[in-house]
């Protein structure tokens, strides 16, 4: 059965910090997909990154860089320099490539002081 | 390029009545999934529709039903509401199904159960 894992329920930091928020999945297949995903108040999900499972370079965008490690099943998810929009509930989440329908964790929410 | 629109935003329904939900996909999509998401967790699949049939369904009682429609948006329907129906629905669209595509997400509509 597939698996996501976020053991951090709740992070706060002042803003300009860094902040890693964890990730660690299971599978049984050997094609997947992780997703990132952020959800202000609003609601609506908003995609972040997506990572197929044969690919194992990290990716950085801007302030947000992700760290994808086979060996230990996570996909980690860091922000450098937080800033106070930043603020919101990160969901890490994984699919397989018989279809679409993702697996999500139970979120981390992020509180970043001013 | 409008994103993926729900309709209602929020609505009040009492336990034992019926609610339908609407969603309009994004542009260039043809693919529709609706998950549920409780307060203080992660969305939970409930099915999803390609080519206006229920190609995949989770966890999900039969009181959740759905429709595609040829222009490929799509309705979640909710018969004899439980007080625990009480959630987020958020529709997601893509092109196409599996491979990872990447799933976008609605703002969601807020179901309050009374």
């Known amino acids: 059965a597939q698996k996501v894992t976020q053991a951090q329920t709740e992070i706060s930091v002042v803003e300009k910090e860094d902040v890693t928020l964890d990730c660690v999945y299971e599978?049984?297949?050997?094609?997947?997909?992780l997703f990132w995903y952020k959800q202000p108040p609003s609601g609506e999900l908003v995609f972040l990154i997506r990572?197929?499972?044969?690919?194992?370079q990290n990716e950085i965008s801007g302030r947000y860089s992700w760290n994808f490690q086979k060996s230990t099943s996570s996909f980690n998810f860091t922000i450098t320099a937080s800033q106070v929009v930043d603020s919101a509930v990160y969901f890490c989440a994984l699919s397989d490539w018989r279809d679409d329908k993702i697996i999500f964790g139970k979120g981390t929410r992020l509180h970043i002081l001013p | 390029d409008a994103g993926v629109t729900q309709s209602p935003t929020h609505l009040i329904k009492t336990r034992g009545q019926q609610v339908t939900l609407r969603c309009s996909p994004k542009?260039?999509?043809?693919?529709v999934s609706w998950y549920q998401q409780a307060l203080g967790q992660g969305p939970q699949f409930i099915f999803q529709y390609y080519e206006e049939e229920e190609r995949q369904r989770g966890n999900f009682p039969d009181r959740f039903s759905g429709h595609q429609f040829p222009n490929y948006s799509s309705e979640l329907n909710v018969n004899a509401l439980w007080l625990g129906d009480s959630a987020l629905y958020l529709c997601a669209s893509s092109h196409g199904t599996g491979n990872g595509n990447t799933i976008y997400f609605g703002e969601g509509s807020w179901l309050t159960v009374v």
């Open positions: 542009s260039g999509h043809d693919t």
């Open positions: 990572r197929n499972s044969f690919d194992e």
């Open positions: 599978t049984r297949d050997t094609t997947y997909y």
